[in-house]
């Protein structure tokens, strides 16, 4: 089965610009999360997604970020404007997401985006 | 709030070497525990999936046990190789919310 995909792999952009990573997840996926990792630190989850509901985005900075899962498939992550703070690796992944099946669930997780900001 | 610590924060190693990497978390009301690997520049890819009502899984030369009650976890690896080097994570499912919470991972240098 296809894994995660996710684009661009690379970005560099100047502060205050604004940029789009887009995900897709495994076909048949209900939960797809978004997470930010910054050098040498473990992932932070930014928004979870179960369907096109967000289950927990407190982590979001609204300020600035946005996401969307337009039809319960593919998701964009926004930043708009850019921080030299906001440089780290932006993960995507998904789950299968069915309650009967929840001691098992099992995240599969895409490339990443990796996201200079200089 | 749940916390996932992962000790030692580093790791080297020479070849052949049996070894044990730790994390443990605060909240035992989990429904299962994921160990990653994630090569530089790359994604996660996962190793074992421990459900919380088991105590152990293996895979090839790895070994991941869970104590639920005392809330950790080790990840065993055996005979350990130059290729085996990455940085090894830990990630609980939370109960309630859902959520997978990461510890900060553990990077393995194993020297040929």
């Known amino acids: 089965e296809a894994g995660v995909a996710q684009s661009p792999r690379y970005k560099i952009i100047e502060k205050r610009q604004s940029v789009a990573f887009w995900c897709n997840p495994i076909?048949?996926?209900?939960?797809l999360y978004w997470y930010q990792q910054i050098l040498g630190q473990g992932p932070k989850l930014l928004i979870q997604f179960q369907n096109n509901g967000v289950v927990d985005d407190s982590q979001l900075p609204k300020d600035r970020f946005s996401a969307e899962r337009l039809k319960g498939v593919d998701s964009t992550l926004k930043i708009q404007p850019a921080k030299l703070e906001d440089s780290a690796v932006y993960l995507c992944a998904s789950s299968l997401g069915r309650w009967e099946a929840i001691m098992n669930t099992e995240a599969f997780f895409g490339q990443g985006t990796r996201l200079t900001v200089v | 709030k749940q916390e996932v610590t992962q000790i030692p924060a580093a790791l080297s190693v020479p070849e052949g070497e049996n070894l044990v990497l730790n994390c443990s978390f605060t909240d035992s009301a989990i429904y299962n525990l994921q160990w990653f690997r994630q090569d530089p520049g790359k994604g996660l890819t996962s190793l074992l999936l421990?459900?919380?009502?088991?105590r152990e899984q293996t895979s090839g030369r790895l070994n991941a046990s869970l104590d639920k009650s005392s809330g950790r976890s080790t990840l065993y690896i055996a005979a350990s190789q130059p290729g085996d080097s990455a940085t090894y994570l830990c990630?609980?499912?939370?109960?309630?919310?859902?959520?997978?919470?990461f510890g900060k991972g553990t990077k393995l240098t194993v020297n040929p």
């Open positions: 990630a609980v499912f939370q109960g309630g919310s859902e959520k997978l919470v």
């Open positions: 421990i459900q919380s009502s088991q």
């Open positions: 076909s048949g996926h209900a939960t």
